[in-house]
């Protein structure tokens, strides 16, 4: 684990230090809270383990602080300290410590914590990774594709710049499952979205947007680039059947493709009504891609909404 220590006593501080190192961890060691709070903020840190007495800010306002920051990634806190009352515990605790190990501190005992850390960070990370993604693809899910899109469509607007937005949708996909059970039906979501994750470049950005629906972001592209991903996609699914425990299945999708104003202001909702009505034309033929026209230099006025 990556370890930051906060502790102002020079002897205390390098003698933690060497025992964590022994034990296998990579440990960053600073004097005081705030060199400690601008290191974490560097946001490599998982594990703080903080002397509770320092001048100026103590381990009890550096747990607030921690606490205070939005960062995905959980950090456990441990506190130092020489106090040994029931009160420390409950004070430390309501501050936002996660663990508190008296002074002078036993090797054993401090080993014994970290692996009660580590157990818990694990977990943190199974859950932060279970709400970010789709169980059944391992792709982002809806929540984490969205927001993705407002941030580009915001950077977008910064820069002057503009993004595509391609909706792409299974074809027949109903069939498929009454043909061939829900199971196969599964397993061809899970293999077309595969495909479609290795048919994008390193920057694009894919995500789980319905039942068998996923929306892509093309950052940064021309008209043109944006076209051969979505062309790629379709390319990459039809390519070759499926192999499913109920039989090999032939799979196509169909999708539609929005490309924001250059340096606009276009919302979410909008992009993905433009797509989504390019991918309504898209499905009159199946196995195609469509281009959501532009009227004037924008996205067009209805019926797109
Ligand atoms: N196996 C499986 N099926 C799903 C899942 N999510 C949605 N579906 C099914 O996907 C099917 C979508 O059917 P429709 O919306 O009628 O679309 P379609 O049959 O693909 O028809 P077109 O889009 O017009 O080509 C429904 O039968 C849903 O039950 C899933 O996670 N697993």
């Given at each position: 684990m990556k370890i930051l220590i906060a502790e102002d006593d020079a002897s205390s501080r390098l003698v933690?230090?060497?025992?964590?190192?022994?034990?296998?961890?990579?440990?960053?060691?600073?004097?005081?809270?705030?060199?400690?709070?601008?290191?974490?903020?560097?946001?490599?840190?998982?594990?703080?383990?903080?002397?509770?007495?320092?001048?100026?800010?103590?381990?009890?306002?550096l747990c607030r602080m921690v606490r205070a920051a939005p960062r995905l990634q959980y950090t456990y806190i441990i506190l130092l300290t020489a106090r040994s009352g029931k009160g420390s515990y409950l004070e430390g605790m309501g501050a936002g410590a996660d663990d508190l190990i008296t002074k002078p501190?036993?090797?054993?005992?401090?080993?014994?914590?970290?692996?009660?850390?580590?157990?818990?960070?694990?977990?943190?990370?199974?859950?932060?990774?279970?709400?970010?993604?789709?169980?059944?693809?391992?792709?982002?899910n809806r929540g984490m594709i969205m927001g993705t899109l407002q941030e580009e469509l915001a950077r977008a607007a910064r820069d002057g710049?503009?993004?595509?937005?391609?909706?792409?949708?299974?074809?027949?996909?109903?069939?498929?499952?009454?043909?061939?059970?829900?199971?196969?039906?599964?397993?061809?979501?899970?293999?077309?979205?595969?495909r479609m994750h290795h048919a994008l470049r390193t920057y694009d950005r894919i995500g789980r947007y319905g039942g068998e629906e996923f929306l892509i972001i093309a950052s940064g592209g021309e008209r043109s680039d944006v076209h051969s991903v979505a062309e790629r996609i379709r390319d990459r699914v039809a390519e070759t059947p499926v192999q499913t425990a109920a039989g090999a299945i032939i799979v196509t999708v169909s999708l539609g493709l929005a490309i924001t104003r250059m340096g606009g202001r276009d919302d979410a909702v909008t992009v993905i009504a433009a797509a989504d009505a390019a991918l309504y034309c898209a499905k009159k033929e199946r196995n195609r891609v469509h281009v959501a026209e532009r009227e004037g230099p924008g996205l067009p006025e209805p019926p797109w909404q």
């Open positions: 933690l230090g060497a025992t964590l190192r022994k034990l296998g961890h990579a440990v960053t060691a600073v004097a005081d809270g705030r060199s400690a709070l601008a290191a974490w903020q560097q946001g490599e840190h998982v594990l703080l383990i903080s002397d509770w007495m320092m001048p100026d800010m103590d381990g009890l306002e501190f036993d090797a054993e005992h401090l080993a014994a914590r970290l692996h009660v850390a580590q157990r818990i960070l694990a977990l943190h990370e199974t859950l932060r990774f279970q709400a970010m993604h789709d169980h059944l693809t391992g792709l982002w710049s503009c993004i595509g937005v391609i909706l792409a949708d299974l074809d027949h996909f109903k069939r498929i499952n009454d043909t061939y059970g829900h199971l196969s039906g599964d397993t061809v979501l899970q293999e077309t979205a595969r």
